[in-house]
Nanobody
């Protein structure tokens, strides 16, 4: 699994962005895939994760109802659609892979890709 996140940028509060996480190793379809974020001076925070098939998902409380995770295994890509963005969503967003479904702990995820910066202005 070799992950690279993209799609970040600067957006006004209330706006939307879609992040992508491409796996050049083409093996991520056998893993749970997740998104985390880290703001300056804060710990890495769980955002969302999706099962191998894409049939089930789970979210962090702070993004539930606003963000949606999806995956296209044929394209070896995972997406994070972010709507109704708030200034507190500002962070570097990372994607990662896990073998265990249901975990929200960063220590259960690996193969971290380079992050993509999301900045939400008020």
């Amino acid at each position: 699994v070799q992950l690279q996140a993209s799609g970040g940028g600067l957006v006004q509060a209330g706006g939307s962005l879609r992040l992508s996480c491409a796996d050049s190793g083409r093996t991520s379809n056998i893993y749970v895939m997740g998104w985390f974020r880290q703001a300056p001076g804060k710990e890495r925070e769980f955002v969302a994760a999706i099962s191998y098939s894409g049939a089930t998902t789970y979210y962090g409380d702070s993004v539930k109802g606003r963000f949606a995770i999806s995956r296209d295994n044929a394209k070896n890509t995972v997406y994070l659609q972010m709507n109704s963005l708030k200034p507190e969503d500002t962070a570097v967003y990372y994607c990662a892979a896990a073998t265990k479904y249901g975990s929200r702990a960063a220590t259960d995820f690996g193969s971290w890709g380079q992050g993509t910066q999301v900045t939400v202005s008020s």
